[in-house]
């Protein structure tokens, strides 16, 4: 079945730091993958995503690589600010089953 | 504005009552669908639809019960409440023929059984 490995966190760095939260799936065929983000109190949103194998998928400075060969999608932002401190989850969409898949998610804080 | 709206936002039952999470999205989405959080499981889909009259399970629906009458409403029932049910739960809906599979979702329903 289809599945997702996310870094376990949480994740505390100061302001300003690089970012790499990882991201690995196991499916069949050639699933869509994403980042989505939920903010404290709030419902998860896209973050950013990417539908084939080599597109790099971007979006408030963050960006991740859709890696066939590694079925890896790991998120990186050169330079984290507090605003960003929510929790992110790496998910995967496989059009045969028609459902997607998420990570367990990944608390990040950003400390000034 | 266009989006998801779940209500209530919190909700404290006790074991073996029931009660009616509510969904409703105003974005013509085939799709909907219900999820759970859990801390350290992610999200766990409990059922899904792909139109009105249409349902299925996920992965965990044991003790929850849905229906879709209208394309703009997906509510979630529990038929006897048990602690094992506390959680934040998630109503996401998406296009289906789009192809973009990106889910919108809610702000969340917050259930405490005590």
């Known amino acids: 079945g289809n599945s997702v490995t996310q870094m376990e966190g949480p994740v505390t760095l100061s302001e300003e730091a690089f970012l790499t939260i990882n991201c690995t799936y196991t499916?069949?065929?050639?699933?869509?993958l994403f980042w989505y983000v939920q903010y404290p109190g709030e419902g998860l949103q896209l973050l950013l995503k990417?539908?084939?194998?080599?597109d790099k998928g971007s979006n408030k400075g963050f960006e991740a690589t859709y890696r066939k060969e590694t079925t890896s999608f790991h998120l990186e932002k050169g330079s984290v600010q507090v605003s960003d401190s929510a929790v992110y989850f790496c998910?995967?969409?496989?059009?045969?089953?028609?459902?997607?898949?998420f990570g367990d998610g990944t608390t990040l804080t950003v400390k000034p | 504005n266009a989006g998801v709206t779940q209500t209530p936002k919190f909700q404290v039952l006790k074991t073996g009552q029931s009660m009616t999470l509510q969904c409703a999205q105003d974005?013509?989405?085939?799709?909907m669908s219900w999820y759970r959080q859990d801390p350290g499981m992610g999200l766990r889909l409990i059922h899904y639809?792909?139109?009105?009259?249409?349902?299925d399970q996920g992965e965990v629906p044991n003790g929850y019960n849905v229906s879709r009458s209208t394309t703009e409403d997906f509510p979630l029932r529990l038929l006897s409440a048990a602690p094992s049910q506390t959680s934040v739960y998630f109503c996401?809906?998406?296009?289906?023929?789009?192809?973009?599979?990106?889910?919108?979702f809610g702000a969340g329903s917050r259930l405490t059984v005590l």
């Open positions: 990417a539908t084939k194998a080599d």
């Open positions: 974005m013509n989405h085939e799709y």
């Open positions: 998910a995967l969409h496989n059009t045969n089953a028609g459902k997607s898949t």
């Open positions: 499916a069949t065929g050639y699933p869509s």
């Open positions: 639809s792909v139109g009105a009259g249409i349902t």
């Open positions: 996401a809906s998406r296009e289906i023929f789009s192809g973009a599979n990106v889910l919108t």
